[in-house]
């Protein structure tokens, strides 16, 4: 009985704190890995490698054919980005070859 009380309250004050408007639904986008893991030789396969243009172009498509009406907002570029060197300060950097800033 007591188990069943704590496990009613715990689910009571999560409803209630969430209940701000945000988060209503889960962080939704595009994710390069799954289709194009880590192929960045742009020079080989140009058409499906993972560079500046296909990310432009993913960000395109998700305006272009609805997503993001749907709630998908975000292009997530999240591997085979950096360079294999670091700048002065130590940080990771774009690779110059593929990402132009």
């Given at each position: 009985m007591?188990?069943?009380?704590?496990?009613?309250?715990?689910?009571?004050?999560?409803?209630?704190a969430l209940d701000n408007g945000l988060m209503r639904t889960p962080p939704?986008?595009?994710l390069a890995w799954e289709r194009y893991r880590c192929d960045?030789?742009?020079?080989?396969?140009p058409k499906n490698c993972i560079s500046e243009n296909l990310f432009k172009d993913m960000a395109d498509r998700l305006?272009?054919?609805?997503?993001?009406?749907?709630?998908?907002v975000y292009v997530n570029?999240?591997?085979?980005?950096?360079?294999?060197?670091?700048?002065?300060?130590?940080r990771?950097?774009?690779?110059?070859?593929?990402y132009v800033l």
């Open positions: 007591h188990l069943a009380v704590a496990i009613f309250a715990s689910a009571l004050v999560l409803t209630l939704m986008g595009w960045i030789d742009c020079e080989r396969d305006s272009e054919d609805g997503w993001r009406e749907l709630g998908y570029i999240d591997d085979c980005w950096s360079s294999m060197e670091r700048d002065k300060q130590g990771l950097q774009a690779d110059p070859k593929r």
